[in-house]
């Protein structure tokens, strides 16, 4: 199997395997770029079919990394773990401690976090073995309400851009999943005076919106339908597919899910149809900043987080402007823009 010319392959400064007998662990941590800071990026504990898929998963996930640090202005580089699991071992303690004294090697050139399959408390196992770790539960807690904060004032942007509009009042919002992220979402908005219409396979979510925010359920299929002016995914990736972008009947995709779009054609077809899609991984930085502010050395300042979480809005702004100049759709221009930083090095 050659990493260098594997899928996924982008230059990547450093991949490391690690293994330990004794636990089990195998691991492939990739570091795809330190230029603005050390790389920053979720564990991912999967049960990949082989290696190869594993390889391509963390080579992507670590570039995209790097693109999402560079474009919500952090002092981070782009990394990503992934563990892959094996049916026949549980996931121990030991284990989390192992890959912990492997990202330690790496001299704080990676700093690891939870993602898919970890969690606060594995990454407490971590710690026992390295500093060089974030997303412990004595940190800040649920990333959840920066993340939404950041969304909704990416909506802003969007609509501004799209509608002319600088008020939300009266705006129609179709929210699909209205989970951690979602629920805030809803609220910020209701609070401007948006009309919302909301979305989730759990009966629960959808009538607390509808109790709190006076939103209207709607079933879970026909979210694509709802003629609305936004459609906010907040709920899984890749529901701008073949069978919905025909569907909506909006002037402006944008919400916190990742990988939204299935393929990048699916972003052509929005802009084809005069549909506005605010990148994801711009949209959704809130919770990585906010992260970052945790990790600051003079202690976590509120005020300055959510500041720069509302630079999203000035960010996409600028990105709107440049796919227009550029004659491309924004997430083509947002990876143009992320590699201009990168190269600034600012
Ligand atoms: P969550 O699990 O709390 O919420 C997701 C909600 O979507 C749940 O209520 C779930 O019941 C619902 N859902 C699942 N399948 C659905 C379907 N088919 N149709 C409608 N609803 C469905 O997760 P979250 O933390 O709110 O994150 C939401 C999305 O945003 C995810 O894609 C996540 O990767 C992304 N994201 C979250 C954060 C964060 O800070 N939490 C940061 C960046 C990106």
Partial sequence: MSVFEADGFDDHEQVVFASDAATGLKAIIAIHDTRRGPALGGCRYWRYPDERAALTDVLRLSRGMTFKAAMADLPLGGGKTVVLADPARAKTPELMQALGRAVDR????????????????????????TRHVSGLDSG???????????????????????????????????????????YHLCRHLHE???????????????????????????????????????????????VINDRTV???????????????????????????????????????????????HERMEGGYDRAAAYAHIGRIERTLVELFGRAERDGVPPHIAVDRMAGDRLRAGA
């Fill in 106 to 129: 790496l001299g704080g050139r990676y700093i690891v976090a939870e993602d898919v399959g970890t969690s606060p408390a594995d990454m407490a196992e971590v710690r026992k073995a």
């Fill in 246 to 292: 025909e569907r909506l009947k909006v002037a402006v995709v944008a919400g916190s899910a990742n990988n939204q779009l299935a393929q990048d054609r699916h972003g052509d077809r929005l802009a084809e149809r005069g549909i506005l899609y605010a990148p994801d991984y711009v949209i959704n930085a809130g919770g990585l900043i906010n992260v970052q």
């Fill in 192 to 238: 401007e005076g948006a009309r919302l219409f909301v979305t989730d396979i759990r009966a629960d979510g959808v009538e607390r919106a509808a109790r709190e925010f006076g939103a209207t359920p709607v079933a879970l299929d026909d979210i694509y339908d709802v003629e609305a002016d936004v459609f906010a995914p907040c709920a899984l990736g890749a």
């Fill in 140 to 182: 800040g807690g649920d990333p959840s309400p920066a993340t939404a904060y950041g969304v909704w004032r990416g909506i802003h942007a969007a609509v501004n851009h799209r509608l002319r509009r600088n008020r939300l009042e009266g705006l129609r919002v179709a929210v699909q999943g209205v989970g951690h992220v979602g």
